[in-house]
């Protein structure tokens, strides 16, 4: 058997044992260009239809379009088989076992020395102070000199200094001893009046004891204006340790000597272990020292350009640490660099 008719048989036998063959529906689409596509042999065949005998022409017509409709029932077919096992396959291979015990994480916490720099921040941004930050690695003049400590200042010996740069001159660097050099950076970018507390880590080659660290935080802080005196002072730690420690909370200011105050100050706090009376967490004494505070040395206003018969004021400088050990009864300061999770879950919120 020759002629259009027979080609035509032949490719429709084709073309639907191609569709029907087809594994995919990639696949299908090759087998539909194939069957039906500009270069199919059926196209090719309608294409001639116009040079074939005019008699021929409507039995030859009708031939393709059957082979045409028969060859899309075809692809229909095939398609929505396929549509269906590759939608199994996914859910299969999506297949999620919800009888499989679940994974439990353990939540996150902030560390509680975060925690207590983050509540006194808190607390001085509500007496109107501003957070100030200075640099880690200091220079000589910001950590010593210009807190009217010049280079052979027998004060110097109070701190445990870290050197980077051991050269010497007011340039040599240095592990900051305490945040007292951001009182400096901040008053030489401003004119008074100045609030500011800055919080930050500080080092000293301390030993390692229930009370002190080789690398610790301090939140400094700093009032200077017209008329502010010693009695601010007072009313100001004062308000910090009813909100930092309850409202029965008392400070105690003791003389002491810093060479950037005059006075100077050492406050304590009462131990929340003993109500006073003298425990080993306090030394017997019934107090814990908190910080070094007192009126800002004149020489140190001299130093950033202020004028000390215009402007005073005060600065203190807190043991965030010691202040953490005793709103929480932290026996040892050790426990706040341990990482112990036990320890850390007590300050989950
Ligand atoms: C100072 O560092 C002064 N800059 C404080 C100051 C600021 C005085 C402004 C006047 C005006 P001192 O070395 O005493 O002072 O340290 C302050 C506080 O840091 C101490 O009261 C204590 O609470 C804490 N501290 C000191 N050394 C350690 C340490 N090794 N580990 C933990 N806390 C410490």
Known sequence: ????????????????AAVRGARSLAGLREAEIAALGRKAPLSLLKRQLGSAPPADRPGMGRILNEAREAIEAALSARREELEATEESAALEAERVD????????????PHPIALMLERLCEVFAGLGYRVAEGPEVETDWYNFESLNMPPDHPARSMWDTLYVDPSGGRDATLLRTHTSPVQIRTMLAQPPPVFIVAPGRVYRRDAFDASHSPVFHQLEGLAVGRGITFGDLKGTLDAFAKAVFGPEAAVRLRPSYFPFTEPSAEVDVICVTCGGRGCAACGRSGWIEIMGAGMVHPNVLRAVGYNPERVSGFAFGMGVERIAM?????????????????????FRG
């Open 326 to 346: 005793r709103a929480w009864e932290i026996p040892d300061i050790r426990m706040l660099f341990e990482n112990d999770l036990r320890f850390l879950a007590r």
């Open 1 to 16: 058997m020759e002629g259009p008719g027979a080609r035509a048989a032949e490719a429709l036998r084709d073309a639907l």
């Open 98 to 109: 919800v009888t499989l015990p679940g994974r439990s994480r353990l939540p996150g916490s």
